[in-house]
């Protein structure tokens, strides 16, 4: 018992020591070196970036530019996550070669598959550009100021130097407070060399998502190739492989509970320095209403998933696609309440007022929170309006999102003319055929039933349509897929045909589209313009705020919130306690991938090679006392964008691969709690232990640069 007591003393101490931030690499300051070192980094700030010389930014490209990936060998190997590289291995799957089922391999590079449209991009040099971008703007009115920064980036994006190959591109920090410059390289063929079966790639899919433990092998391999000067082309089969500035070397030591990680990437978006009255918004309306629609959806969905498998295969792709951020939210939710981050906020929001007050600077700060809550409180509404609108209508419900599209085209026919219509009625004519593949009319009519049925009930009542008031769910339903052309594609071509007005006159007849006309004349013309004026004020205001946080805190750990631009975080490996009497421990095995096996699962199955060799324990130089690991966890603070990032160890040697975050630390984009802010990462012996063990790839293994750095 003692032992335990101190066992946990000890993990709310050295968890409290981590930190969280996303740091632009290029300002990395005294600060954080400081608190790297601390954690137990070896590298200076240099190696992490450095303009003049070979550093861990130039292996560190932007994957198609949604995930991160790495250069893994001085041939451009490329690594990413499975999921990441999905539709590059989708689209070269076949009946004849199902490599989503089967994985795919390249042993040798002229077995290596292009990838039509697929980019990377690396980051050549970073430079502030705040005062460029600024000049001439200090006296504008607010709309007049945005204006002037446009044209100042449009400009300055063309003049300023780099090389022809190359690209400038200006992005905004804090608020509109500060602007960088990004010097970029994107190369344009890259192709497909290797990739798991989705058994391994995706094992434990919608189960899994969010939570810890993990047991997934979600990676794949691309490889970069350039012109004969090792500069970008297009795809030709006289580029070569491109040779990088700097490639990962590729650790064997593992990692074991409080090793330094550094995670390097491209996370998509925070908003970490809203005020308390925005996380409480977030909390108590806009969260709970996702949660109910996506809820209300995924059950019906599900009852029928269960029942037949034909409408299983029909909706697998699109349960997913609602349940991830259904999953994620109701995390975040959970998150927010556990680490109090309202009561947290207003007790910082004390602390500025009275900052505001020591600085003398009530008149430009003093009235910041007051018009906060105001702006907040008059936005509520139009907010919540604006949720169950892109739920219901855009998102949730397949017939009123495709009969949107129509109500599109009667606008673009309005605003734009015959000709703008008559494009747009053919591209909809012709590209609608893969969604009503999928689309099943039984399901959608229940999940409409359940979704209407709320929209009539929680949608603010003085935007609501006429038409969905008290109304009779059920009724309703049956009448709409029994009556509209919109519930079949031979349907939808009908009405599309024909010229332009008796196109127009067709679908002002069909009750699918008067429904949505009604919901969306509503939305258009009394939600959304509202919502837009609001919004645009509440956006000034947190710029202010952020200029003043900035202003009044010299000294604090105050970074950007993420953009997509690249990023640093740091941490630990690390366990946590998502709740009471719960602990969990910061690795994963290939004990627990045959622990959740479930054969014939589309989650849980498990390829016979892999159980082979498991039951063999045949783990090559990768497995650590007799067992193979799978994944680990750490404290640093990621967010969408950073899947594929390469997990760094103290040296700058790669130990894995960032792929999500646990459950109870989604709020991370809005408030990271160290306590239990925790992300997910294959293990890099275990990626190894696949490409070689598993699918006999030994001449990828060939090329890296294998190395043990805790023996040194």
Known sequence: MKFLRLLLLLFVIQTQAQQGGMWLPNLLSGMNE?????????????????????????????????????VISPKGLLLTNHHCGFDEIQSHSSVEHDYITNGFWAYKMEDELPNKDLVVTFIVRIEDVTAKVLDGTQSLTEADKQKKIQENIQSLSTSLPKESWQENRIRTFYEGNQYILFVTETFKDVRLVGAPPSSVGKFGSDTDNWVWPRHTGDFSLFRIYADKN????????????????????????????????????????????????AVEQILNEVNPARIEVRDA????????????????????????????????????????????AVAVKKKQEVEFTNKVNKAGKQAEYGNLLADFDKAYKEIAPYTLAREYFLEVVLRNTELLSVTYKMYQLEQIYNTKGEQSFNDRRKNLADGLGDFYKDFNKTVDEKVFEQLIDIYSKKYPKPFLPASLANIDAKKLSADLYSQSKMTSYDGVKQLLTGDSKTVLANLNNDPAFKLVKDMADKFVKEVAPKYDELNLKITALQRTYMKAQLELNKEARIFPDANSTLRVTYGKVKGYAPKDATIYTPTTYLDGVMEKYIPGDYEFDVPAKLIELYNKKDYGPYGENGKMPVCFIGTNHTTGGNS?????????????????????????????????????????????????????????????????????
């Open 34 to 70: 400081k608190e790297m070192k601390n954690l137990g980094m070896k590298m200076s700030v240099a190696d992490i970036y450095d303009v003049n010389k070979s550093s861990l930014k130039d292996a560190v490209p932007h994957f198609n530019g949604g995930c991160t990936s790495e």
């Open 230 to 277: 090792n500069r970008p082309a297009d795809y030709s089969k006289d580029n070569v492989p491109y040779t990088p500035k700097h490639y990962f070397p590729i650790s064997l030591d593992g990692v074991k509970e409080n090793d330094f990680t550094l995670v390097f990437g491209y996370p998509g978006r925070t908003t970490e320095y809203l005020p308390a009255v």
């Open 297 to 340: 959806a995924l059950k019906v969905e599900d009852g029928f998933m269960r029942k037949d498998n034909a409408i299983k295969i029909q909706y697998a792709s699109k349960y997913a696609s609602i349940a991830n951020y259904w999953k994620k939210w109701i995390g975040e939710s959970q998150g927010l309440k556990k680490s109090n």
């Open 644 to 712: 594929g990032s390469p997990a760094i160890d103290a040296k700058g040697n790669l130990i894995g691969l960032n792929f999500d975050r646990v459950w109870e630390g989604t709020m991370s984009d809005i408030y990271y709690d160290p306590a239990i802010c925790r992300n997910v990462m294959v293990d890099i012996r275990y990626v190894l232990f696949i490409i070689d063990k598993y699918a006999g790839a030994k001449n990828l293994i060939q090329e890296m640069k294998l190395v043990h750095p805790k023996a040194k």
